[in-house]
């Protein structure tokens, strides 16, 4: 009998630690550094905000660094194609002003780590507002399709 009160009070125990949080499974935690538009110092950017380009002139290029951190601890993979392990999705397939200039070197980002991506924007000649997306996916369980939201306007807008 005292060994069954023994066991139930052991998986009491590891229930209620478990509830309190006291048992943590290790996780990758996906941080986006970048800036916001032309002129701002780089900050940390949640999912969905947009980072401006601005009017670079027509041909002109208009780069910016986003680095990818993973502030978890446990390995962070980044889930797009290579060889830059993230993507520009949704915009404008005749022109496609926005591109990823510099990729990741790798997909696997270890806790305390960061990669650097280089998007870019060419300036083109028209009066228009361009967009697309900055897809970061991931295996970070809070965020796995991490974007941000890309503009730039053409030399005529």
Not at 111 to 122: K, L, Y
Request: charged share 20%; proline share 6%; hydrophobic share 40%.
């Amino acid at each position: 009998m005292r060994r069954y009160a023994t066991g139930v009070l052991v998986v009491l125990a590891v229930l209620v630690a478990a509830s309190c949080d006291l048992v943590r499974v290790p996780a990758p935690e996906l941080q986006v550094i970048t800036r916001a538009k032309p002129g701002d110092e780089p900050a940390d950017l949640a999912s969905g905000l947009t980072m401006e380009f601005g009017k670079p002139g027509n041909g002109v290029n208009e780069d910016v660094v986003v680095t990818i951190r993973n502030i978890g601890d446990a390995d962070l993979i980044l889930e797009a194609a290579a060889p830059h392990y993230v993507a520009i999705v949704d915009q404008n397939e005749a022109e496609k002003p926005f591109s990823i200039a510099i990729g990741a070197d790798t997909n696997s980002i270890g806790p305390g780590e960061e990669v650097s991506v280089t998007v870019r924007f060419v300036g083109q000649s028209t009066s228009t507002r361009y967009a697309a997306k900055l897809l970061i996916p991931s295996n970070d369980g809070e965020h796995p399709d991490y974007f941000l939201n890309l503009q730039g306007d053409g030399d005529g807008f």
